[in-house]
């Protein structure tokens, strides 16, 4: 059914079809949209969900780490500092196994107090064992926390999943969407180590250093599994409901000399950057990632890469460009822009093409290259 | 609770741990946050319990026990849910989830058993600890009062919160077994008396325990629907307690503490009875 929504109210709406037993949450900015919407789903009776008020982002995912266990499906949602609180849950959630399911709407972090979009808040959870996607648009966000679930709760997966979207640059814009008959999509949960008491027995005791690492390797091994899930299951999104997506979403690269490279709706912006670009006679692309965690297969060799961050890593660079650069081996222009809400506009993006100088990093409004 | 636990020799927290599991029953789940009992399990891939145990991380402990309690009570389950924390991981990094569980009237039991001190650390200061003691951040004695955190407990308004001690282990048995009774939150503080942190032989927890309650530094009584009942042992003891002096005396912690303290202690100690004595007047 096609709906118009910001991208908060279709994170709930994808939430509601989802119908997880137990949502902990508490509110920031920009993300209370989204739990005031299911708070009002679950009191007016169209969500079979309890709803815990937490008093806190720490206690939010506690909360759900105990919700899961027991083997339920689990969600809540955060932003910005409340990702940060939640730090050592989070670490938690993927070490014990379980599928819980939150969407991050990323935002800057103080001080000052900024709440505007910005990406750094999310990547410093990126080692924390949960897979990450990033969107770009209020129905690729509704159909990424469908998907979320499935993978998530796969059980070659057992880890929690992440969904990204830009602070007000998608929360709070309003743009169409086609929402689901979801039908058995998302199946059953079946979590192997749900608490029974009728089994006991002690989750996450003491465990030396003979034994802990086969624990980590097991997160690991799960993780690189997940790329096969996720394949499986947004082929099967892609069957069912017509939308097709990938690790990337590449954009006119097959025959570029130059490619774009970003998060969320900066790395959309990209695609009017690119065609403005191709009507001046430069071979533009834009690859969009997606899946950060796990990370994708990039194929750049032979080309100019640019990629902006709207994050960064104080004294070493930005961060999608350096994990890019790990994995790839390539040199490429490092463009740090949209911090803290910071406006880019294609434009923009276009010029950092133009007057790219590969190997260096440029921060944007500051113009220094280094 | 199965034999073999790697707790200190002399620890007051297993015996108080054997009588809570006993009056729980099988249908129970533990969550226990980082404390003593996170070690008295055992290692991986041995455990001493013979329930369900949930450990999760320091100041988690109430807020994971409120999304199980959430978790089985939508699924129809009626499985208890206890969490079995320290002081530290009570009155000082557990309170804010431990407040907004209570708030929120999570249908559970939360057990704080109180050794005074961050134990397995090697005893470090905690809200917990009575102004006087010695740990190893406050080698010259504390200076500060112990945080009343019953007094922090019953401004929620539970409906069932009892202090126990464990040198009474009965006591522990029927106060476990009744506040599992009630629905929403429900609150057991449990002093636990510790032979390395609070410097004793270890064949005198017990001892130790009850000379606690003989001089009043412990106050056994039970508040149910806010009607305060003060224990027969309590009631007894304080007909005429023990001078304070013998609880004191026989532990490392108390060494060489100053008699302004003592004075002190001893204040606190008639004023908390009083207290106790007119709210139970007042409620009955």
Known sequence: MKKIATGNKAVAEAVKQATPGVVAAYPITPQTEIVEQIAEFVSGGLMPTRYIAVESEHSAMAACIGASITGVRTFTATSSHGLLYMHEMTNW?????????MANVNRSL?????????????????????????????????????????IAEHNDVLLPVMVNLDGFLLS??????????????????????????????????????????????????????????????????????????????????????????????????????VDILRNEGVKAGSMRIRWLRPFPKLELKGKDVVVIDRD??????????????????????????????????????????RTRRMGEEFWFGVNTHV | MLKCTSACAGCSD????????KAAGPDTVMVVPACCTSVIQGIYPN???????????????????????????????????????????????????????????????????????????????????????????TPTGKTDAKKDIDAIIAAHDPPYMATACAA????????VQ?????????FLHILAPCPPGWRYPTEKSVEIGKLAVKTGMWVLYEREYGKVTIGPQSKAAMKKPLPLEEYLSPQGRFKGIDPKIVEILKQRIAKNYQRLAAEEEASA
């Open chain 1, 172 to 273: 709070h814009i309003m743009q169409p969407v086609d929402t689901v008959e979801l039908g058995d999509f998302i199946p059953a949960i079946y979590l192997p180590h749900a608490i029974d008491p009728k089994h006991p027995a002690g989750y996450g005791p003491l465990t030396g250093p003979d034994q802990h690492f086969k624990f980590r390797w097991e997160i690991e091994r799960s993780m690189r599994d997940s790329v096969k899930v996720i394949e499986q299951t947004e082929k099967e999104f892609a069957e069912r409901f017509g939308r097709k997506y990938g690790f990337t979403e590449d954009y006119r690269c097959d025959d570029a000399d130059v490619i774009v490279i970003a998060l969320g709706t900066l790395g959309k912006e990209a695609e009017v950057a």
């Open chain 2, 47 to 137: 455990t001493a319990f013979n329930v369900p145990v949930y450990n999760i991380a320091f100041g988690a402990a109430a807020a994971c026990a409120s999304g199980m309690s959430n978790a089985f009570r939508a699924a129809g389950k009626k499985t208890n849910v206890i969490v079995y924390a320290g002081d530290g991981g009570t009155l000082d990094i557990g309170i804010q989830a431990m407040s907004g569980a209570f708030e929120r009237g999570t249908d559970f039991l939360y057990i704080c058993y109180d050794n005074e001190a961050y134990g397995n650390t090697g005893m470090q200061r905690s809200g917990g600890t009575p102004m006087g003691a010695k740990t190893t951040t």
């Open chain 2, 178 to 186: 009744k506040a599992l009774t009630f629905r929403g939150p429900t």
């Open chain 2, 168 to 175: 009474y282990p009965q006591d522990i048995f029927k106060k």
């Open chain 1, 312 to 353: 960064y890593s104080f004294g070493f660079g930005g961060i999608v460009a350096n994990e890019i650069k790990a994995k790839t081996g390539i040199s490429l222009y490092s463009v740090i822009a949209g911090i803290g809400g910071q406006e880019v506009t294609y434009d923009d993006i276009a010029g950092f093409v």
């Open chain 2, 14 to 21: 297993s015996l108080a741990l054997r009588y809570v599991l």
């Open chain 1, 110 to 150: 103080g001080p000052g107090w900024n709440i505007w979009a910005e990406h750094t808040d999310a990547l410093q959870e990126r080692d924390t064992g949960w897979l990450q996607i990033y969107v770009s648009t209020v129905q690729e966000t509704y159909d990424a926390i469908l998907m979320a679930f499935r």
């Open chain 1, 93 to 101: 959630a993927a070490g014990a196994r379980l599928p819980i399911v």
